[in-house]
């Protein structure tokens, strides 16, 4: 992702973005349009990978990826072969991630 041009950018961030917020809304699902139209964010200010609130929003959605796997693990545990087919999904994709890196 490039970084944004702050000639064009809509002033600075809030100083009172709440990130936590952005973390949370991540973690349930929500896209970065939407959580800026709930916390009256700029789009903008999630265009650089390095910024507060794209970190945030990866955060909360990587978490939210950990308890579903985590959950996807235990049930193929237990047998079920939906979760285990997900669960050698899954590895199949972060073994071909990691061969190609």
Same mark, same amino acid.
């Given at each position: 992702?490039?970084?944004?041009?702050?000639?064009?950018?809509? &002033?600075?961030?809030?100083?009172?973005? #709440?990130?936590? *917020?952005?973390?949370?809304? *991540?973690?349930? &699902?929500?896209?970065?349009?939407?959580?800026?139209?709930? =916390?009256? =964010?700029?789009?903008?200010?999630?265009?650089?990978?390095?910024?507060?609130?794209?970190?945030?929003?990866?955060?909360?959605?990587?978490?939210?990826?950990?308890?579903?796997?985590?959950?996807?693990?235990? #049930?193929?545990?237990? &047998?079920?072969?939906?979760?285990?087919?997900?669960? *050698?999904?899954?590895?199949?994709?972060?073994?071909?991630?990691?061969?190609?890196?």
């Amino acid at each position: 992702m490039s970084l944004p041009n702050f000639e064009n950018a809509p &002033g600075p961030p809030p100083v009172e973005t #709440d990130y936590e *917020a952005i973390e949370e809304m *991540a973690h349930h &699902g929500f896209t970065i349009p939407e959580i800026c139209e709930v =916390l009256e =964010l700029d789009i903008f200010w999630f265009t650089n990978e390095t910024s507060k609130s794209y970190k945030a929003y990866r955060k909360g959605f990587l978490q939210s990826q950990l308890e579903l796997r985590q959950r996807i693990f235990i #049930d193929a545990k237990h &047998g079920s072969s939906p979760a285990q087919t997900l669960a *050698a999904k899954i590895l199949d994709a972060a073994e071909f991630e990691l061969k190609n890196r």
